[in-house]
């Protein structure tokens, strides 16, 4: 690729963030076509290993003089500063990436796609400052349609239940990671227009990653990797695993020598129900006026800032909104109320013989 002279040279690492169920496993396979990049199973490196230490350091390094008197100090500040332990969490990242890389010799590019890291990336960007950000945003709605329907299924262990629980989700994911737009590195990819085949925001992403694809070429990809396709198994998984889930240290790849479809270790196959019809729209036919209050309540603006809805007259008419928003007030008192009395009740029977 020819790079404009101007312009930073392309990232190494490029992290695919958005919520769970927008789609994001299927950007990456798309991306991860290309010869020049490979991208791992989800790593959750920075969501279940770097932002739990890099806190549990600060809330440790944040406790006052008369604090660190009044309990006994133990633990790595007791042996190390500031400056290794950052160096020590940077070479954990660092044998991370190095491990991925290996997974398809060549390759020049990381896309490390792990929705959990959509709530990391001030981090991601203070250990990484040279990586990149693709979010995927898809309508809220049709997410949380599809984690409700995850939670019966094969995500019942951490899909929300509750479709307050689905939109709350939605929201805290995609928020946070339209903050990775400071980065200047970051672009926003819309998963509606991907479903529809348009070429240019592949394209776009493609070139975030610093790689040049025709138009013909992600036509081709959008054929190849279509939901349909995945979903049956008929399309080659390019996601690369390694490690102890590839059957050991060093596993096996072909490089990308085929097109940049990559496996290492056994096929991969995913669980029964993970891909989902990938509908556009389908929450109007599921959902309740009720339904679509709650979710108006809760994550409405943001539908609007985004450009999902002009407003929130979608959820229903300004009586229905007025009359929603008596009814939850109410709640909220009788659930005060009840928590107050049941505080009194317990102090009241404690005091029993």
Known sequence: MALDPRSPPPPTVVFLVGAPRSGTTWLQSLLGAHPEIVTPQETDLFSTL?????????????????????????????????????????????QVLDAIRALKPGASVIVEKSPSHSRHTDLISDFLPDAAF????????????????????????????TLKGAATAWKTNVTAARGAATSGRYLEVRYEQLHAGEVEPLQQAFALCGQTVPADRCRELLADYSLDRMASGAAKSPIAVGGAMGGGPGGGTDGGATGG???????????????????????????????RLLVDAVAGDLL????????????????????????????????RVGRRIGKRSERALAKLP
Not at 153 to 158: A, F, P, V
Not at 304 to 312: K, N, T
């Open 50 to 94: 770097v932002s739990p230490l890099q806190s549990w350091w600060d809330r440790e390094l944040a406790r006052t003089d008369d604090q660190q008197r009044a309990r006994r100090n133990k633990g790595l500040p007791a042996v190390l500063d500031d400056q290794q332990f950052n160096a020590m969490l940077r070479g954990c990242i660092d």
């Open 134 to 161: 693709i979010h995927l945003i898809r309508d809220g709605r049709d997410v949380m349609a599809s984690l409700q329907a995850a939670s019966a299924g094969w995500g019942s262990y951490w899909a929300p239940r």
């Open 261 to 291: 479809a990559t496996n290492v270790g056994a096929e991969r196959v995913e669980p029964s129900g993970f891909f989902g019809r990938g509908t556009v729209g389908g929450w109007r036919n599921e959902w309740s006026t009720a339904d």
């Open 304 to 335: 609007i800032e985004l450009g999902y809805e002009p407003d929130h007259r979608w959820a229903g008419s300004a009586f229905q909104h007025r009359k929603y928003a008596l009814e939850v007030a109410a709640a909220r008192l009788v659930g």
